[in-house]
């Protein structure tokens, strides 16, 4: 079982081999994926959002603009977790070092024309949320994997995987993997109802010490079912 407290390095045995970074140019971006079936999904979303952009809102009830915010922004979140698989693909086939760039985050950041800061947060997603393989092609469970599970039903988002990430962190190190799994489960049990601050709030009274280790999840467990109460939301 993984230890949802560590941030591992799931490409330490990758060679990025260029220390000024890379480039992507249209040799690697050719014309054969336009016919792969991922492609293919890719564009019917697209075409789904022009008519999006292009549809009569003003005809929907004050209900129907709410439920439309909610599914549009369950699908955003899922199709983070669709990033995370594309990072985890690039990564596992050593995309970046081919083309030149010393770490995947460089490779976003020119490919995506994202910021450092944004390139980082994506990687770090990819690295808790996402399904990497061992060299024999076996699948690794992800290492927060009721947080992944939440994010690919799009019910939470990047800032509440964050949350649980910073409180996850906090969690003793003389704390077992199996308590530290429940704390994880609780946590995004939480992020799936509430906001990013209610889960930032679970961590409230953590113990760092390993000499109350016992503690430590039980707070987490208090602290989130309080949160979870503290503040009213529209119902679903």
Known sequence: MSDSRNVSDPWGSVALISSTGGSVNSAVL?????????????????????????????????????????????????????????????????????????????????????????????????????VWHTLSGDSIDPSMPETAAAQRDGDIGPGHSRAVVKVMRKIPHAVDNDDASHAESILAQLARTGTPEDVEQADTGYSRTSTQTETSVTTVTASADAASRSRGRIPN
Do not use: C, F, W
């Open 30 to 130: 050719d014309s054969s994926v336009l016919n792969s079936p991922v492609a293919e999904q890719l564009s019917t979303l697209s075409a789904s959002i022009d008519v999006l952009l292009e549809s009569d809102l003003t005809a929907l009830r004050d209900s129907d603009v709410l439920e439309a915010m909610r599914r549009l922004e369950q699908s955003l979140r899922r199709a983070e977790a669709v990033s995370h698989r594309l990072v985890v693909e690039s990564v596992e086939r050593s995309i970046p070092a081919a083309l030149g760039y010393n770490s995947p985050n460089k490779l976003l950041v020119d490919v995506l024309r994202v910021s450092a800061v944004d390139a980082s947060a994506r990687v770090a997603a990819a690295r808790n949320l996402g």
